[in-house]
């Protein structure tokens, strides 16, 4: 029998949490969801999913106070972090924090499966070598390109820098983009 992986949604958009859940569950995948902070540390505490997606905005406590308690809890949790305010800062202070990985909304659902995917898969498999900024740096601006089809002016205000920045930015780490 497959190990059946449960998975932990914090969104206070109760129809964005609605529809993670079903995109996601299946009889491989159990979704837990909340809406709040506490709530969500309350869940984790009880059924430790092996992966939470997680909010960057929530009320009462921001998603990444969340995500240093969760670390608290348990210092090997795997959070992907969820925001439609994608900026470089907050990437990378997630990516502090321990975050697994980062997506931004609006997001596609296929491309989110298949993070949620590559992030159980990840959990099951030995990390060959630990990220360093530069490289969470370059996977974000690839990510952030990738879900702007490739516009380099809404990729640039997405991530809250010039254009000239990202130019920069794409010729320094030699990313294709569209």
């Known amino acids: 029998m497959k190990r059946k992986w449960r998975v932990l949604i914090v969104d206070d958009d109760v ?7 079903t995109a996601l569950e299946s009889d491989r ?3 837990l969801t909340a809406h709040a902070g506490e709530k969500a540390l309350a869940l984790y505490r009880s059924y ?11 009320p009462e406590m921001s998603g990444i106070d ?6 608290e809890i348990d210092d090997d949790c ?24 980062y997506v931004c909304k609006p997001f596609k659902l ?5 993070t949620v995917q590559g992030a159980l898969d990840f959990i099951t498999s030995e990390p060959e070598a630990i990220e360093t900024l530069e490289e969470v740096e370059r996977r ?7 879900e702007v089809e490739g516009n380099r002016r809404l990729a640039a205000e997405k991530l809250g820098i010039s254009l000239r920045t990202l130019y920069y930015k794409i010729k320094q780490y030699d990313i294709n983009s569209q």
């Open 140 to 146: 974000h601006i690839e990510k952030v390109l990738l």
């Open 48 to 58: 430790s999913p092996e992966l939470v997606l997680l909010d960057i905005q929530l």
């Open 78 to 101: 795997k959070v992907i972090m969820v925001t439609a305010y994608a900026t470089i800062e907050t990437a990378v202070q997630a990516m502090k924090f321990g975050a697994l990985d």
């Open 66 to 71: 969340v995500l240093a308690a969760m670390k």
């Open 15 to 21: 129809d964005i949490c609605f529809l993670i859940a």
């Open 29 to 31: 995948i159990e979704v």
């Open 110 to 114: 296929p491309h989110l499966r298949e």
